[in-house]
């Protein structure tokens, strides 16, 4: 199972952030951007500018989410009554993939992806591969009885990396994760600072 670190750590380079906050990441070594360019005096960004890079950057932690995806992401969000920032957040935290990565089963979002692609995965007991599926509160999401011996398996739930948010309850034991509720802004732990009121900013220019 490929765990696409060319990806991810170009797109650490390009942000000049550690973006998942793992100790491998390139942007440890080297803080400037990638290319031949890198080292130039960065010049001041215009708005659309910091729009844009908060919705790459954004967009970019979850993995492969392809523009289109992202954008009908926003739509629902906007949609829905409160906060349309935080609506986003939830919404994104809510996808299945998301909470295979959250409960630590699996290193890395790109991980994340295509271990329920692959079928590894139940929710509420019943197999599901679409990573883009929406996990409600009160939903267990568990690791197949065959897969929980994989390495990946294993390599993250016994990693220090990062911790368990709180809306997710983790059986380690059991291999589960129940999903208590969707969560705000401030309660994801995201390695570096996400804005995603410039991401509203960019859709709704």
């Known amino acids: 199972m490929s765990k696409r670190h060319s990806a991810k750590y170009k797109l650490d380079r390009r942000m000049g952030e550690n973006i998942w906050g793992r100790p491998k990441s390139p942007i440890n070594k080297r803080s400037y951007g990638p290319g031949q360019h890198g080292q130039r005096r960065k010049q001041k960004v215009s708005d659309f500018g910091l729009q844009l890079r908060a919705k790459q950057k954004l967009k970019g932690y979850y993995g492969n989410l392809t523009e289109k995806q992202f954008s009908r992401i926003y739509e629902e969000a906007a949609r829905r009554k409160g906060n349309t920032s935080e609506n986003l957040i939830s919404l994104l935290e809510s996808r299945l993939d998301a909470i295979v990565y959250r409960a630590k089963f699996v290193p890395t979002p790109f991980a994340a992806r295509q ?3 692959h079928g590894h995965v139940m929710v509420n007991g019943k ?13 267990v999401v568990t690791v197949r009885e065959r897969s929980r011996n994989m390495a990946l398996v294993l390599e993250a739930l016994q990693s220090g990396e990062r911790d368990t948010p709180d809306y997710i309850e983790v059986d380690v034991k059991g291999m589960s994760a129940k999903y208590i509720r969707m969560p ?18 960019f859709y709704a220019s």
């Open 184 to 201: 705000e802004l401030a309660e994801v732990p995201y390695p570096v600072k996400m804005e995603p009121n410039l991401v509203i900013e």
């Open 127 to 139: 197999r599901v591969n679409i990573p883009s599926y929406r996990v409600k509160p009160g939903d």
């Open 115 to 117: 271990f329920v692609n």
